[in-house]
């Protein structure tokens, strides 16, 4: 059972968070306070951004001025010089270890990141009404990865109060919002030698007090960009001299959306932003759409891509532009393990505070846990993505969006009780 | 013939301008140089600003803060006080005239603004290697704004040494790249009286030592903006959840392309820019496009018009969003009278300068000089639309424009006569 | 155990069937012949046609003239003249009764249409090797009906020699193919006391020697046809005085492909067929699309239909268009009972014909034999669809489809034994 | 003066060919009849069918068994066997030369072929009040080619009256509905002697009374044909395995549509009709698309035909699917020359009948009377397409349209004098 200490520490420790969110490969300031928590707590090893990522597995990279402007900030705010070194350009993250004597080797996975979204100031909003409402203009943690560092630090802590054996290893992953963290904390041997592994996530619609033992299919992802080349011209005195991307942009998106569906399964194509063309009676040259890809399997996902390509492509040359579409990011499916799923819903089912316990639920998202996940399971480990009920007032990524912070403690408990208890079996057992 | 004296000073005035160029109702600092000018000229009455226009007819005037931002640079620059708060809340342009006893009342119309483009400091360019580059980051004189208003200077110099007989007034708009200070300005009162009606562009095309006498055929326009408002959804849990403006804007841009050819003659439509959507995952909740619609009479203009919003709408109740398109700014079509245009080729011939004089010529683009030609002809007046020939080596509106400066002594010349011998006439001779 | 009589008369009847294949509702000889085998067999009762089927429930009826080109054709062939009467103006289709005492009622559907395809006469092809190929050009059956006929009345055969106690009842049911035939039999009052239901179908991919014991997931479906309606005009004089269909449908095709995915499961659309317009110079006035939509579910389905005529009024609107979808058939979905499944799979296993017995399969298309099924499980009763196996040369819906004639012995005996085995239950046992 | 006999018969002549209407290249019974009616008239050679045509250069010829039916069926009529024989396999049309001593050959050109549409038989429409109705199902002269006949036969036997002094050769031209034609007629070698060429038509909403001596920006015109081939699939069960024709051709019509304005002129692009797919379950395999496009000059037209086959290929490409853009028919833009317009306009004004002459309107259609103009002018002749008005119920093309049959004495007025007139004068006088 968790001790009082630790519980009544988390709610700061999450407000604490959610007054600072830090986007994607940015996250210098949040890296600071995990590492700080991290040695009060007593870990035996920390490994931070270089040391715990790949540097060339990384995706997603947001461009050096941005990078430049985050890494100040979180200088002036009072992130400690050595993290500040090992984490810039891009390497934010932790990986904190604890040695427990013989046994398996368990994982926990955790996000840092927060999203472009400007959090509401409005009373009835709680951050806002009891004053820990975002002090990034624009950003706002409206996922719950705030809820997620709160539980992973208690988690440690109980766990090393716990009579747990083995060793306990925590993946503090950035850029999960962007699908760019979790390839490049896989390719760094961290996760070679785990044999369970856990990741978990508040709310997704599931109230407080209820546990759902593992996903069933997150949906395998790619996100790209496609820029449209085409040629300006006047668009009064010789619309023909132009290569209209405006005609090329808008082929493409009406025929993206009509990729057969696929016999096999589910596919998605979305196409979600859009910006180019410098004024109305100029001929558009240059304009960029976003978008993704996702697929029940990899292989229905890159059905998606391959023919998502090919109508890009083939919009361009209608129009006499060019286009690259590149792919920024991606993450694979991966299902959680159904054996772990049961040692999952067993131990939850010994708390007072969980009222219901779901063995699975389709996921229908992505998820950049699953390349943790995926290499676990190759190296015949067991992984489940775990979801920690939570009643949220709007949706996920929304401007009001908050957690009922009861949650934090029903995660901690739940969480160590499967770290504990995995540390009793053997691998594939 | 022009003195000396004025024909030397031309280029360096043009020069000046060329340094400071200032977007559409933004005209603050240009303002302020030619109340400056004219009072060194002696002219008879300015009108400045408020004075000069109808407020409510203006048309695509910029949110406060831009207007405050210029408004402020061309404080900091010295602007005038009086000017300044004549002008504020985007009231730029100034009407002049000059009373030179009986006759009739013959108008010179000249354009302010510049363009927002980055201008190339590249060698080669002559504004870069003779120090008179763009000093205003992102904003450039690439239509020849610049020259016109060094001639327009130049001839009332001129006219007051001539034995001109009459009211000569000469109208300083701004706005005309957006089409937004040529109804504003005829709205004024100050057109009204005005018998003969000169407008004048350099360039388009016509080399140096070529006169235009008067176009034909500008294009009625009207620029839009339409906003489709839909929903948002998480793009691969519940993309039917959305209401997609990416979908319905796509939708859109095919049929407007596609409005049908007219019999009646010539029509144009143009999507140039677009932007909106937040982010790959999520579908698009916003969409902006920004387009315009052309046509050779205004009821062609305003079936492509008509049969736009029709596309607009449909769109966007396809995809279940709302779409408000707005009107942003228009001008009429209207044809140089063939009686001024023949004066004019008279007079240009007297010029050695003057190699070549052409009745006339299809226009092709758009110009809202038509709003004050308009007006004049429905009095029973007479208007003419000139070029004066310049070489250019690149394109208007390309950042590497320039004008060919000998155009400024012939447009001096030309204009200057043309005001002389109107004032021998009597209206609708 | 089949005797050996009805065994060996099996490929000669499906051979007699698959020489004279008439489309739904046009199924005259057909009835004809199966009325002939009913008699000659010795059933209790027999509803004929009108007597069969509830005529304001028909979908799908062709016209009066091709209804006569086809009855004329069955006269001229032979067909009884009762038969014709009660068949007259589509209302084709059997019900046969077998009373043999105290039991449930257990109910088997077959279907008796064909479809317009030209059969190929190439060597290689058995009925064109063995002289059995369609003789009523462009028309075929080519999805084993022939085949289920045979087995049908086989089964009647059979079981009428077996030790079944109870009431059998067999729907020969017309127009399949188009959806058109399983409502109108269903609210013909014949299906309201049965206690089992047994549908079936031959081939589908699965071997010779398998048998699925019933079905999960037919789609749910509704076929559909659209005219748009706009004006004429001459294509070079005036084509803005057009209403044009050609812009309106192909608006309307691009934007029904790129209908949503739903969260809820799988949706199908297609536009299978299209036709229109007069000549290349003339503004096209009316054109006629053939769709279709599917789910998963009801629900599924109608979201995708509802979808589609937002899209197709829409579409029309833009361009100035009329449009009247209009739903020509639909099935639900229902899915086999898991019951009925293992009593089937029971039986099948005792006949070494049957290699292997596969409990489900996901089916993916669509059946009308659901509104029976729909109809007995909401009286409590039992319902699953069966398919037979048959190894098949070419896919369902070819020139070449041709049967295993070894499934029709191994149908007759599994339908049979099924029957036979839930004479001996009580239902919703 | 037009002799009582000749005027008296034309309405009678144009009553026969009107109720015998045959298409394109199917003009059979036709040209036997023209035959028989200039052997009356007596003119000194006729040359028939194949001797009056270059075999190769026929464009748009209907298949064998279009053709053999129309043969059929004039011959069943009392068609004249040696004629059925010089016109078998699609060469009808006549040339028919008079000889009258010294002096230019003038040329007069008329069209024989109707068009698919079924006539009006309500009270009110002439036709059918008065008993000369189409007796060709389906078919109808409803673009006055029956008046022309008359109007043509009438002009020969009135010049052979007349003091005419030159060579009268008069081009009875098969197939101007379909542009396929005139190109196979000038290149028979009977157009290269010709100084002066008329070609004419009745209405054209001109009214009775009024002649335009010559039309000017006939449209320069291709007719196409596309026919997208991918590979179908089961719409329910694998959307994804087909290559879907249908996507393909909604892509194509909605960028067709949208082919850029041209700086240049008018351009026109039109897709008139579609058929293809074989049923609302099946992913369409193949459709077909029959299209035009027109420019104001050759290049225009070429501009259009260029980019509507990228958009075909790049529509095809885009699903997967072949496209073969086929070119069918083509016909110049050729101008009515100034210098022969006036001698008509001064010929036409003699008669009292003609209430209105205009020199010229600008024709907005396609005519492939322009491959013999072109012809003309090329060797320094002179050419004019003349507008002989007459009042119309309804439009050309449309189920009641008809003349005012005052019309067809006039233009036998006005082109046999126009015949004498140019037989005074040298050609390019």
């Known amino acids: 059972m968790l001790s009082h200490d630790i519980r009544s520490r988390l709610p700061q420790l999450r407000r604490e968070f959610h007054r600072y969110p830090e986007p994607g490969w940015c996250e210098f300031r949040t890296t600071s306070r995990v590492v700080e928590e991290l040695e009060r707590l007593g870990v035996d090893r920390i490994a931070v951004g270089r040391e715990a990522l790949s540097t060339d597995h ?6 050096e001025s941005e990078l430049a402007f985050w890494h100040e900030r979180a200088r002036a705010a009072g992130a400690r010089e050595d993290v500040l070194e090992l984490t810039a350009a891009g390497h934010t993250g932790v990986v904190a270890t604890l040695e427990r004597g013989e046994g398996p080797t368990v994982g926990l996975r955790v996000d840092l990141d927060a999203i472009s979204l400007q959090e509401s100031d409005e009373p009835g909003h709680r951050p806002a009404d009891e004053g ?3 002090e990034h203009d624009g950003y706002m ?5 705030d809820a997620h560092l709160a539980i992973a630090l208690g988690t440690i802590e109980a766990v090393k109060e716990s009579d747990f054996s083995g060793t306990f290893r925590v993946f503090f992953q950035p850029a999960e919002e962007i699908s760019g963290g979790g390839k490049p904390m896989t390719e760094s041997g961290h996760v070679d030698d785990v044999d369970y592994l856990l990741g978990f996530h508040v709310g997704l619609d599931t109230p407080t007090g209820t546990i759902v033992a593992g996903v069933e299919k997150p949906l395998a992802m790619a ?24 005609q ?5 998106i009406q025929n993206a959306y009509a990729i057969p569906r696929h016999a096999d399964g589910m596919t998605r194509v979305n196409l979600g932003r859009i910006e180019g063309g410098i004024a109305s009676n100029v001929i558009a040259e240059e304009i960029t759409l976003h978008g993704e890809v996702r697929g029940e399997t ?32 991606e993450s694979p499916r991966v299902d959680s393990d159904p054996r772990l799923r049961d040692l999952i819903g067993h131990v939850a089912r010994n708390h007072d505070a969980v009222e219901e316990v779901v063995s699975t639920v389709e996921f229908g998202a992505s998820e950049d846990a699953t390349f943790l996940m995926e290499h676990v399971q190759g190296n015949s480990g067991l992984a489940s993505y775990v979801i920690v009920g939570t009643d949220h007032p ?28 995995t540390g009793r079996r053997r691998p594939g057992a």
């Open 58 to 63: 990384r995706m997603a990279v947001p461009d």
């Open 132 to 134: 820990f409402v975002s």
């Open 394 to 421: 709007t949706n996920h990524h929304t401007p009001t969006f908050d957690v009922d912070e009861r949650c934090l403690g029903i995660g901690v408990d739940v969480l160590t009780d499967a770290v504990v208890e």
């Open 248 to 252: 090329a942009v808008a082929t493409a």
């Open 141 to 145: 943690h409206a996922c719950g990865h």
């Open 223 to 246: 996100h790209l960009t496609a820029t449209f080349e085409g040629a300006s011209a006047h668009a009064g005195k010789a619309p023909n001299e132009g290569a209209n991307a405006m």
């Open 298 to 329: 990899m292989a229905l996902m890159e059905y998606a891509r391959t023919e998502l390509e090919r109508v890009l492509y083939s919009a361009a040359e209608m129009h006499d532009c060019d286009v690259t579409p590149r792919v920024i990011s």
